[in-house]
């Protein structure tokens, strides 16, 4: 654990199934932080700028094949590199919202057919995040949104796996959203419990012990 001297921000990650709206939500609750006066920053997994993260978007695009176990480490490798300046960042007193992270890495490994276990190991340790809102989309809303695009794991008995995976790793602190709801309610609700987490949080230290 790390002891504070001063405020830090809050690590807050959104999660779901494909076009559950994270990445609209996100951006969403970024700017109406700003607009608040927080210091607060939009991260994503995978971050795909780094080497690693250049890898995995190759396998995302289908240019790549890589082992199903491979490519589960190498999008958890992705979240390790990031560790040390997202942590930086936290206790900066910078809020992190983050699009994505571990819970993705094990909902679309264990849907391939992966031990959930054994998925969830290489991720053991990473930041905690101080709040989880979990999208919760049916499959019929999903397919309304834009139908599936040309990426890897975009496709519909493939999804129903990953939406029972993520059923299965949800946790009482999981905050779960009904992402069928119009953009703005659900950004309102979003936005009040995100205000409520960084005032919570900002004395606490930060917990290195996910899945620990
Ligand atoms: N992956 C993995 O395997 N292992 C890992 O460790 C990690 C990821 C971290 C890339 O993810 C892939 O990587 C992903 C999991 C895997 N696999 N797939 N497929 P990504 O995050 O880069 O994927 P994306 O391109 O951002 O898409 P997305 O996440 O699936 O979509 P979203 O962010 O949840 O939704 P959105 O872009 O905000 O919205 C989708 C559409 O719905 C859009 O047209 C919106 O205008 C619309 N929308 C949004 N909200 C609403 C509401 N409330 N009502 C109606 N319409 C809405
Ligand atoms: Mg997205």
Redesign the pocket.
Known sequence: MTFLEKSRGAFIVLE?C???????QVKLLVNRLEQLGHNVMLW???ERKTQIGSMIDEY?KNVKDVDDKAIHLL?SANRWECMSEMKKKLLDGITLVV???AY??VA??AAKGLDLEWCKSPDIGLLTPDIVFF?NLTSEEAEK??GFGN????EKAFQEKVRNTFNFLKDPTWKVLN?C???EK?HKEIESLSLKTIQKCSNLPLKEDLWK
């Open positions: 779901g494909d076009r559950s709206g994270k990445s609209t994503k997994f995978p995302l999008f699009d994505r992270y993705s890495g679309y490994s999208m949104r834009f990426e890897r794991y975009e992402a709801r119009a953009v659900l």
